[in-house]
């Protein structure tokens, strides 16, 4: 199995709703990504977890709340967002082995409206 | 921190063309990775090859580390190549950074 699943692929908000999107992977990766992706511009790193614990984090506003549960979750939760957070959210995993330089694998991503 | 350019930014071709796309970074990385993304989203890992030459059917890629770039090729281009290309770079200090470059838009047409 060499896929990450995300849900929900689409999600519409409000700006002061509270949700969570989520990913699954079951390939034993023991790195897990956040990309942010608007329209016609190329993903951004917004976080890192490497074994279960949070390494990177890209001075993403606080209204983003990562959190990794496990080995194979990664969560997103969201409260407070502005319309311009409206964006596809890519969740990747790669093996982990601690040095980086691995090949990530991406999830199909959740497309979020914020109205 | 590093930088990634990618060229041509768009790229329109006739079923059946070959096609070069290329990529450019500004420092030496330890990880270079190129993806596909469909017009639904999806991004797919083409190669990963942070030197050397790599083929996968239609699709090869090379990367000259010393030089600083790495191209992607496509030959006998399909409808179902079109999509944006993606190159993707980790600097030698920043492990887990993959940072993306621009990408190169192509439209095959049929």
């Known amino acids: 199995d060499t896929e990450v699943t995300q849900t929900p692929k689409h999600l519409v908000m409000g700006m002061t709703n509270k949700k969570s999107l989520k990913c699954e992977q079951h390939?034993?990766?023991?790195?897990m990504y956040w990309y942010k992706q608007k329209a016609k511009k190329p993903p951004e790193l917004m976080f890192v977890y490497s074994y279960e614990k949070l390494s990177i984090n890209e001075s993403v506003p606080s209204r983003f709340s990562p959190e990794c549960p496990n080995s194979s979750l990664l969560n997103l939760h969201l409260h407070a967002l502005q319309p311009e957070d409206s964006a596809l959210y890519l969740c990747a995993s790669s093996q982990g082995a601690g040095t980086g330089n691995e090949k990530l694998f991406f999830g199909s991503g959740t497309q979020l409206s914020v109205l | 921190g590093i930088q990634v350019e990618q060229s041509p930014p768009d790229l329109i071709l006739q079923e059946g063309a070959n096609s070069t796309l290329r990529c450019n970074f500004s420092?030496?990385?330890?990880?270079l990775q190129w993806f596909h993304q469909n017009p639904w989203g999806q991004l797919i890992n083409l190669f990963y090859?942070?030197?050397g030459t790599k083929q996968n059917g239609r699709l090869s890629a090379t990367t000259v580390a010393t030089e600083r770039y790495s191209l992607l090729y496509i030959s006998s281009s399909q409808t179902t190549d079109s999509g944006v290309y993606f190159c993707?770079?980790?600097?030698?200090?920043?492990?887990?950074?993959?940072?993306f470059g621009s990408g190169t838009r192509l439209l095959v047409r049929p």
């Open positions: 390939m034993g990766h023991r790195a």
């Open positions: 993707a770079v980790e600097g030698m200090d920043s492990s887990y950074k993959l940072i």
């Open positions: 420092d030496s990385v330890n990880n």
């Open positions: 090859i942070p030197s």
